[in-house]
């Protein structure tokens, strides 16, 4: 629906003091001052077609709220130090052109917020594509993983390769999702199953973070599987996370969240929780693989950790949907994984319809989903999972920024979030967006205001 509040932001400098002081204005509010008085806001665009997701306030949609999704037509938008400074109907702007450093035009553009791809293993070393044929000649997950493939593949590639040749190949991922319009993106580990493989990937997600002007999280997946070498020795294994893993991430404040693959002949739900409970004892707060092969009561044990989200959930019995609907969990789609191992897609719209929070995600990966692409990702959810464009744009921009808890900073066109938009190319309606999947229908991506 149309959004009534079309010239919101405007009277924002007027409840300023003429006279700042350093008592009642913050340092950010201070410069935005002066930035006004003296060199006036810094980018104008006008003539937006229709601008999508803008809200006076972003909480975490859930159940019915998820399709709707309020815009303003013939619309502009001011940004001034990367953030959204003001925004709202064509007929209600204020400021001459001459008064932005830099204004452009965007007739016929629609303007999103860029995507936040809330789970992603994008620090990953080389490729299987060779698993891949395989899978297409027939062979099943167990031929492949008795073959020395799946994670362990991965794991042994990435243990052979360098920390700069792993940032360097993580760096082209990262530039080429945000060309797609991916703005903010949440980064596990879990290729590495040694200490040292481990900590390494950790290290690379912090370089990423230093280095990009993307909003990054680190998660750290170290229970991703069994190493070969523990497969009997379960105890030894999470011995090695609780004990020599997590106290050097938590001193070198190297994640933000942990993780775990909770799955039949991978990790228990009670090996989940006291992996869990391990990291929560560092602050770091649960993001679980759950339900993704069979309904293995991860959803459970992650609504019982409080975990900020449950991951696939491609497999859900009633019992799992009821305890996510019934909770401030955030259950993550990933229909690409699905997509490209052949699984039914995740019952999008029994959670939705159920109250369930959903957000969707790429799951970028070089085992499950070699695609950091969340358009096809948006389509994908209405072409599989019958979602509707409103509720997959909602699920892939605000609700995945709330599942990396980036709900205040990102996610919708609300005063005093960044500038991380994506314009279109000229399209007929939103929907179009969507339904003619595979077409790059993005003209340009803006991070922090600035295009890149
Ligand atoms: O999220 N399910 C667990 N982990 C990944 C796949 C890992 C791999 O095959 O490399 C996933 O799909
Ligand atoms: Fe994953």
């Known amino acids: 629906m149309p ?3 079309s010239t919101l932001g405007s009277s924002r400098i007027s409840s300023l003091c003429l006279v700042p002081c350093a008592l009642c204005l913050d340092p950010r509010t201070l410069s935005r001052f002066w930035s006004y008085l003296y060199f006036m806001p810094s980018t104008l665009i006008t003539n937006i077609k229709r601008l999508v997701n803008t809200r006076l306030e972003s909480p975490l949609l859930r159940g019915k709220l998820l399709s709707d999704l309020p815009f303003i037509e013939d619309a502009f938008l001011i940004i001034e130090d990367g953030h959204i400074a003001e925004y709202g109907s064509m007929v209600n702007i204020k400021h001459p052109t001459s008064n932005f450093k830099l204004s452009f035009d965007a007739s016929n553009k629609f303007v999103l917020p860029a995507w936040c791809d809330s789970h992603t293993h994008l620090v990953f070393a080389g490729s299987r594509e060779g698993e891949f044929v395989d899978k297409i ?3 099943t997950y167990a031929d492949i993983a008795a073959k020395g493939g799946g994670i362990l593949n991965s794991s042994k590639k990435l243990n052979e390769t360098s920390e700069d040749e792993l940032f360097n190949q993580a760096w082209k991922r990262l530039e080429e999702v945000s060309r797609l319009g991916t703005g903010a993106i949440e980064i596990k580990s879990g290729y590495g199953l040694t200490v040292e493989g481990e900590l390494k990937m950790l290290r690379v997600i912090k370089k990423l973070q230093q280095r990009s002007s993307l909003k990054i999280r680190s998660t750290f997946l170290g229970a991703h599987t ?12 999470i011995d090695l996370l609780v004990r020599e893993m997590l106290p050097v991430i938590a001193k070198e404040k190297l994640a933000d969240y942990i993780d775990v693959f909770c799955e039949n ?7 989940t929780e006291t992996i869990c409970n391990a990291g929560l004892q560092y602050g770091l707060k649960p993001k679980i693989h759950a339900n993704q092969l069979s ?20 497999t859900m019995d009633e019992d799992a949907i009821h305890t996510l609907a019934h909770s401030s969990t955030i259950g993550t789609l990933l229909p690409t994984a699905a997509f490209f191992l052949r699984m039914p897609f995740q019952p999008a719209r029994k959670l939705i319809d159920n109250g369930c929070a959903i957000a969707l995600a790429t799951d970028y990966n070089p085992g499950s989903s070699p695609s950091g692409n969340m358009n096809l990702v948006v389509s994908m959810a209405c072409i599989g999972m019958k979602m509707l464009p409103e509720e997959a744009i909602n699920a892939a921009t605000i609700n995945g920024a709330h599942a990396m808890e980036y709900g205040n ?4 066109i609300t005063m005093g979030k960044k500038a991380n938009l994506i314009f279109t190319k000229p399209i007929p309606s939103l929907s179009y967006y969507p339904y003619a999947f595979g077409t790059n229908l993005i003209d340009k991506v803006m991070i922090n205001g600035e295009i890149i």
């Open 295 to 314: 309904a293995s009561g991860g959803t459970q044990v992650g609504v019982k950790l409080g975990a900020v989200s449950v991951d696939h959930l491609e």
């Open 265 to 271: 002949g991978f990790f228990s739900p009670a090996e």
């Open 3 to 5: 959004d009534a509040s």
């Open 137 to 139: 000649k027939g062979l």
């Open 409 to 412: 900073e990102l996610g919708t």
């Open 226 to 237: 069994y190493p070969a070498e523990y497969k009997e020795n379960h105890q030894g294994y």
